[in-house]
């Protein structure tokens, strides 16, 4: 026989309590690993974007746009490298719920500037030919299974009419953390319309995306950008994709940080309620335990038998909650995926779900643990009989 | 009776008493008491006169307030707490009254359990606990529990794991005190047998006169006052 023989015989020896406290620890650790993927989910625009990605934006708001002439100018600032556009076009695919991000842009300078969105090159070429294609993201793709050639109709909200555009290709992500629900389609097509049908809204850019040389040199030309069109009828306004992405992001931050608040209160919870367990468990054992202490154990072995207990407890909930929040992730991102293009488990969120269970497992022996060991033997025993 | 050898245990000058509030109650005074090796020793008298105190106070599960107790020639009223809990590992087997036996270890690992703490390899521990439990005649209950054994059995198998260690000497507190007549009639008989056979020196409280029987020596408590041996 062993200690641990004895941990384990302990810790199964109420098993309705010991169940009940494992079902507590489950249930903890998912909310926390769900709430801390709901997190991660919320930034990972925010890590997905590159150092070398400058946004420029109308400087009054993001929804008065930029006429095209900027393009010209901007190409000419040193430090950039190349230019591309893109318009948030807000087309709706049959119906509101569908949600999918879908936008209009320059396809060469566009994917060259964004090269984790990763095409086949007959694709990527059929793509360019034809004026009326559309590219769109594996997970959306899958999500309403569009084949290649299949034609795709978006309700305009902004550009009011039925859009049909044929879908040329399907890119996929270069990185796990690459959004695979987006839709981008020629930035012409949409132009040639409107110069017919509004032409005062032709000719203009929600967006310009310039790549630069080397991160470093961010400051100074988002700085030369917006001085050059300093005084002009539209002012501009650059920043990283990474301010730019969090400039989204901040509006709801304060939400994030609530869920963050949250998931933390989870684990405070639950390590009461270990604690309260643990509490009730050693408090029935003092006599149990000072026994062991009559026959020559110390203050030591009691604390192995209360902590190993506890973690025993806690670990057994953490690998069920652990495995648990998969399919929880699997169910949460078909019903509300879109709106968060990357819903994966990371690493970090199973190993910090494991830290506050050992956490808890630990917290929730301490006071038992010095109880038993600070016991007086002969008091101990008189509390058996 | 009495010194037919070395004493085992020299009790010199020792005093205890609890304090309940400001209260303080003086249970053993000035006490001085020479056991022997080999010795069957019984302490008998009224509840609350401090026979318990005592005992707990020879086998180093309390502490004296002042005087000295030698066990095999050694203080252990000097000892800090864990020299304490070493020596009785090693020297001390307890019996109480109710068997004290850990519910979830079957006979055979209740048995086994101040083993642990020994260097002992498993092999060498089976062949104790198996000598030991054989000793009390419980070797076709070894993987009982506790709940499946009688009061006496489970005090046999308190017994049991009360010699595995071979100790100095065993303390009994009450031993029969919960027991049916026949049932104590057997762990007095094992115990007297220990003595008998292996020279275990025992000392043990009892209410009992049948159980005193066994033993070779009385001493009578009053009220903290040791009568001379009988
Ligand atoms: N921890 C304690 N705190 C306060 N008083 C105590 C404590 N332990 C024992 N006493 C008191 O010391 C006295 C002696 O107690 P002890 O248990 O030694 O008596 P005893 O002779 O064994 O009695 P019994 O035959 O009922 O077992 C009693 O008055 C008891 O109330
Ligand atoms: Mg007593």
Redesign the interface.
């Known amino acids: 026989m062993h200690l641990f023989k004895l941990i384990y015989r302990n810790t199964f020896r109420h098993k309705q309590r010991t169940w009940l406290t494992i079902l507590g620890v489950t249930i903890a650790i998912l909310a926390f690993g769900i709430l801390r993927t709901l997190v991660n989910a919320w930034y990972a625009g925010v890590e997905a974007s590159s150092s070398v990605r400058l946004i420029t934006r109308n400087s009054i708001s993001l929804v008065f746009p930029l006429p095209l002439s900027y393009k010209e100018k901007i190409q000419r600032i040193p430090g950039v490298e190349n230019v591309s556009y893109a318009v948030w076009f807000n087309g709706t695919y049959i119906s509101e719920k569908n949600f999918i991000p879908n936008f209009a842009i320059e396809p060469e300078s566009f994917l060259e500037i964004y090269p984790e969105y990763v095409l086949p090159d007959d694709q990527k070429a059929a793509f360019f030919r034809d004026r009326g294609a559309v590219i769109a993201g594996r997970k959306v793709a899958e999500r309403f299974d569009w084949k290649i050639g299949d034609t795709i109709p978006l309700i305009g909200t902004i550009y009011p009419g039925t859009w049909n555009f044929t879908l040329r290709g399907i890119y996929h992500g270069a990185e796990k953390n690459t959004d695979e629900t987006q839709f981008f389609f020629h930035w012409n097509y949409l132009n040639e319309s409107l110069k017919k049908s509004l032409p005062n809204r032709a000719d203009q850019v929600g967006i310009y995306i310039e790549k630069i040389a080397d991160p470093d040199l961010a400051p100074r030309v988002s700085e030369a950008i917006d001085e050059t069109f300093k005084n002009s009828l539209a002012e501009t306004l650059t920043e990283t994709e990474k301010s730019f992405q969090l400039s989204f992001i901040s509006m709801t931050e304060a939400i994030v940080v609530v869920i963050q608040l949250v998931s933390f209160m989870v684990i405070i919870i639950i390590m009461a309620v270990v604690a309260n367990t643990m509490v009730m468990t050693a408090r029935e054992r003092i006599g149990e335990y000072a026994i062991m202490k009559t026959l020559g154990f110390g203050g030591w072995h009691l604390s192995v038998l209360i902590f190993g207990e506890s973690l025993l407890i806690t670990t057994i909930g953490c690998v069920f909650g652990v495995a648990l929040t998969f399919p929880s992730a699997k169910i949460f991102r078909e019903h509300i995926g879109t709106y968060f293009p990357v819903f994966t488990i990371s690493l970090n969120t199973m190993l910090l779900s494991l830290a506050a269970s050992t956490l808890v497992g630990i917290m929730a022996a301490v006071a038992p643990a010095w109880h038993a060991t600070r016991i007086r033997i002969a008091e101990g025993l008189r509390r058996i009989g | 009776m009495g010194n037919r050898k070395q004493p085992i245990v020299e009790i010199r000058n020792l005093s205890k008493s609890y304090r309940r509030g400001s209260e303080v109650i003086s249970v053993l005074e000035n006490i001085n008491l020479d056991i022997p090796e080999g010795e069957f020793l019984a302490f008998m008298g009224p509840s609350g006169s401090g026979k318990s105190t005592l005992l707990?106070l020879i086998?180093g599960?309390?502490g004296a307030d002042s005087g000295m107790i030698l066990v095999g020639g050694v203080d252990i009223t000097s000892m800090t707490e864990?020299e304490l809990?070493?020596w009785?590992?090693?020297n001390v087997g307890?019996i109480?009254?109710?068997y004290?036996l850990?519910?979830?270890?079957t006979a055979f690992?209740n048995v086994?359990?101040?083993l642990?703490?020994t260097w002992l390899s498993r092999k060498e521990r089976r062949e104790h606990v198996e000598a030991a439990l054989r000793m009390v005649n419980l070797s076709d209950r070894m993987d009982h529990y506790p709940g499946q054994l009688s009061g006496g059995q489970q005090q046999r198998v308190a017994i049991a794991?009360a010699i595995v260690t071979d100790p100095t000497i065993l303390v009994a507190d009450e031993p029969t005190g919960?027991l049916d007549r026949a049932s104590a009639e057997s762990v007095l008989g094992l115990m007297a047998l220990l003595n008998r056979e292996f020279g275990k020196t025992i000392i043990m409280v009892t209410h009992d006169p049948h159980a005193a029987e066994k033993a070779h020596t009385i001493i009578t408590f009053e009220k903290g006052i040791l009568g001379a041996p009988v």
């Open positions: 707990n086998a599960i309390d864990s809990a070493y009785r590992s090693i307890f109480f009254q109710f004290n850990i519910p979830v270890l690992e086994e359990l101040p642990l703490l794991r919960d």
